[in-house]
């Protein structure tokens, strides 16, 4: 049998077509069914990568009896959270502030009215762990459905006042400065685990928003306990089990401190986000570690997850097959001794166990190890090396792969364009850029339409049906401007303009503070509005740093006061939450320094032209935007352009600051001390 997700356009919810759960869609329809069966519903609530998802779908949404016993007294919404990031909002406010935690699955009920009344995370099939079996909770909140309505509805109306009266206090009328920035550095000083890099313990996240706050204000103002920090965290990343030593690329999170055993699935955000700190790391010191990284990930990208249509797919999954039939997770990344042997013979084998760190106990399940690059004083051969890791990753592509979600989701495809582009110019690999353009073209053709409006996701080139949230639009925007620093093309400066314009009439509060969704959006119980940055930059803090890039590109004053109202977050959470407020914090990082603004202008084939433009590309400025231009080009496509010359006849770069304009130069080494070059 199917149900109703056979014609969506999610992945996750594809997964559950066929389970015997009569499964709908989030849609206006569901609830009116609700109301006429006078039913509650039982909002479940998921992604295609995440392992407890698939575990209670296996135990309880594939088991008859459990289906049956949901169909009968529920109607069943099944949500993807990475296509409604607005709905998973919502409902997730309301699981944390019920019962102090969330995660998914979320699995909540609701009245026909979608106000919540009963929640909680992954139930079991009978009870463990002090939880209750999920036939039980059916049961459970039927009964009370039947029996105790008044008290559920009570309930329920209960949840949406407090919720509703839940109001962020945001004082927009000053952006953070110095002192906020100070503020932060110490209190991340104080959450560093100075033994393993990164921040707090168990478990472990790598924190790239806070990195690139670190790098920027290190450039800025010349801290070495910033940079350390970046460094160490950085070097203990690439050297754990975090990261894919045979593949490249980066999993969720560590589940311990020292970044040994990951949770293996590995998302399209973390890794655009990663590959771009690297580089920015290898921009800042030269660190040959941080280019190799950053160029891997970036190959991890377009290797794994690039799409037919030239978009980049979520995510892949950390379950596979294990050759006997079970989906085990980590199954396709670990290695036993024995498994070494077998690729690479005996003598291979104690070579790849001893640079990877292989154990005969194994640092995983059932004696497997994750591969890691402990730091040894031992010395390998280079080329033996090679050899075995090229066998090894062979033999890898022989296991079954994990699954992909190939649906295409707008905010993380904007992370991508942004770091793939300067990836490809810092490192002279055009095809790299072309591959950011490529997804760009995608983001424009197919996700964006002529009021300038966004679709969140896409699948096999269509569309989905649901409207882009505030990330979709800032990401965008920041990836198109990235773009544009790196090819010169103008067109990209437009585009991100025409997003952002969106997001100043949509999106943002007469006090300058911003939503998730737009003021036309469907109406849900509490319109969602978050400023934290977690796993990726909040909406909130992408569209500051994008008001603030636009600005300095066109000498709008709307925008740049737009980007310093949203800032006035930052100066509630630098002290008190630095890692949850990171790309806020950077984005402040640009604003103290500016950001400088760089046109350069000569003929593109011209070496001269090349080569300052490869210096402004290079600066560690903070936020510092560059435009490249023909001279005379008629019309000038952004304004930053507009009125400069060549200078004698020679490529030439201007640098503003602060609506302060330093000599325009023809010398290169001159332009990277105006930039600020150590």
């Known amino acids: 049998m199917s149900n109703r997700l056979a014609h969506e356009t999610s992945p996750y919810l594809l997964q559950h077509a066929d389970n015997p759960v009569d499964w709908w869609p989030w849609s206006p329809e569901a609830f009116a069914e609700a109301r006429r069966r006078d039913v509650p519903v039982l909002l479940s609530v998921g992604y295609s990568s995440c392992h407890w998802c698939h575990v209670m779908a296996h135990e309880s949404f594939e088991d008859p009896a459990v289906a049956a016993l949901i169909d009968e007294h529920f109607v069943a919404v099944k949500v993807d959270r990475e296509e409604r990031p607005d709905v998973d909002a919502v409902y997730m406010e309301a699981v944390q502030a019920a019962t102090g935690q969330g995660g998914w699955p979320m699995t909540v009920f609701l009245t026909p009215e979608a106000e919540p009344f009963y929640f909680g995370t992954y139930f079991p099939p009978a009870p463990r762990h002090g939880m209750p079996g999920f036939p039980q909770v059916l049961e459970g909140v039927r009964a009370a459905w039947r029996d105790r ?77 910033a940079l350390d920090m970046v460094q160490a965290t950085c070097e203990a990343m690439a050297r754990g089990g975090i990261y894919d030593q045979l593949g490249g690329g980066f999993a969720r999170y560590a589940v311990d401190a020292t970044w040994t055993v990951p949770h293996f699935e590995k998302m399209l955000y973390d890794n655009a986000l990663l590959c771009r700190v690297y580089a920015h790391l290898w921009r800042a010191t030269g660190s040959g570690l941080a280019r190799r990284i950053a160029l891997e990930t970036a190959d991890f990208m377009i290797r794994e997850l690039r799409t037919d249509q030239g978009g980049f797919a979520s995510a892949l999954d950390a379950d596979s097959d294990d050759g006997t039939g079970r989906h085990v997770e980590g199954a396709y990344y670990v290695w036993t001794p024995e498994q070494l042997r077998a690729v690479l013979g005996d003598k291979d084998a104690a070579l790849a166990a001893a640079h990877f760190g292989v154990t005969e106990e194994g640092t995983f399940e059932e004696g497997a190890s994750v591969l890691q690059l402990p730091d040894t004083e031992e010395l390998f051969d280079a080329a033996r090396l090679a050899s075995v890791q090229e066998r090894l990753l062979a033999a890898r592509e022989a296991r079954p792969r994990p699954g992909r979600d190939d649906k295409v989701v707008a905010a993380w495809n904007g992370l991508a364009v942004a770091a793939l582009a300067e990836c490809g110019a810092y490192f002279d690999r055009p095809d790299l850029v072309q591959a950011a353009t490529d997804a760009a073209d995608l ?24 409207a882009g949230v505030l990330e979709d639009y800032a990401d965008v925007a920041e990836g198109f401007l990235a773009l544009s620093a790196v090819t010169g093309e103008g067109v990209w400066v437009d585009f991100a303009g025409l997003l952002l314009d969106t997001v100043l009439a949509r999106f943002t509060a007469e006090d300058g503070t911003l939503y998730d969704t737009a003021d036309d959006a469907e109406a849900l119980i509490r319109r969602p509005q978050d400023p934290t940055d977690n796993a990726v930059p909040s909406g909130w803090t992408a569209a500051a740093g994008a008001f603030l890039s636009y600005a300095a590109y066109t000498g709008s004053a709307s925008h740049r006061e737009a980007a310093e109202k949203a800032l006035g977050v930052v100066r509630g959470l630098a002290a008190r939450a630095p890692r949850f407020i990171g790309w806020g914090l950077a984005v402040t990082e640009a604003l103290l320094d500016g950001p400088r603004e760089v046109a350069v202008v000569g003929p593109g084939d011209h070496p001269g032209t090349r080569e300052l433009h490869r210096t402004a590309l290079l600066s560690p400025a903070p936020g510092a935007v560059v435009a490249l231009g023909e001279p005379g080009a008629a019309p000038v496509e952004v304004p930053l352009l507009e009125g400069r010359d060549l200078l004698d006849g020679r490529p030439a770069a201007y640098v503003c600051r602060h609506f302060t304009c330093d000599a325009p130069t023809a010398d290169a080494g001159l332009l990277a001390e105006q930039l600020g070059a150590p």
């Open 443 to 466: 983001l424009v053709r197919t996700h964006m339409d002529w009021q300038a409006r966004l679709f969140r996701t896409s699948l096999d080139g269509t569309a989905g049906g649901h």
């Open 149 to 225: 309505r008044d008290e559920v509805g009570e309930v329920a109306q209960r949840i949406v006042r407090d919720l509703s009266a839940r109001t962020l206090a945001v004082d927009t009328s000053r952006a953070p400065g110095e002192e906020e920035a100070h503020a932060a550095l110490l209190g991340l000083t104080r959450d560093f685990d100075a033994v393993n890099g990164g921040f707090g313990g168990a478990p472990k996240f790598p924190p790239s928003m806070t990195l690139e706050f670190l790098l920027r204000h290190h450039a800025r103002t010349g801290s070495a306990a």
